[in-house]
């Protein structure tokens, strides 16, 4: 038997029983965008990655939310504009945390990490002031948020002021 042939390009919707895709696709555009993270709550499909300009001919950005089934972007989430990638996504609560290669989210410093509201986009104060000085792009590249604390995964994470280091930090 032969695998099936799909064509779209970054981003796919496939039918968890019958393995076949499915009718989203929405046309993401931009400096070479690619989508690395994806987070789904109900009928929200959230979306990070790298040089995301436009999603179907609306302004978009590295962070954004789509309609899961359509694949159009949410009207009432305004993305963000961080000034680099997003790599990984969690979604807990009303919230949405993300990380990546950014310093900055709207304007305002968050090496590497985010909080933002899951229904508006809105930037929340939160910041756990991860060292600026992380090298390369993969700063941080996972996330597990729990009631109490956020895990996040990388390469030579560290907290500004902390003396630990590590590729996990709490």
């Known amino acids: 038997d032969l695998m099936p042939v799909w064509s779209r390009t970054n981003l796919a919707k496939i ?25 789904c709550s109900g009928d929200t499909l959230f979306v990070g990655g790298s040089g995301i300009l436009k999603i ?17 972007l949410l009207s ?5 504009q961080l000034d680099g990638e997003v790599s990984a996504l969690f979604k807990k609560g009303n919230y949405l945390y993300s990380g990546g290669s950014f310093k900055t989210v709207n304007s305002a410093t968050r090496n590497y990490l985010a909080k933002v509201s899951a229904r ?12 600026a000085n992380l090298a390369g792009s993969d700063a941080v590249k996972s996330l597990l948020a729990t ?15 902390s003396p630990s280091k590590g590729k996990l930090l709490k």
């Open 15 to 39: 039918n968890l029983t019958t393995g076949k895709l499915e009718g989203m696709n929405p046309v993401i555009s931009g400096y070479s965008p690619k989508v690395n993270s994806l987070a």
């Open 120 to 131: 508006t986009g809105a930037v929340e104060a939160w910041d756990p002031q991860l060292d």
């Open 76 to 80: 009432g989430f305004v993305p963000p």
């Open 147 to 161: 009631d109490s604390s956020v895990y996040i995964g990388g390469s030579d994470l560290q907290i500004t002021g």
């Open 56 to 72: 179907n001919g609306v302004g978009a950005g590295n962070l954004c939310a789509l309609d899961a089934g359509s694949g159009s």
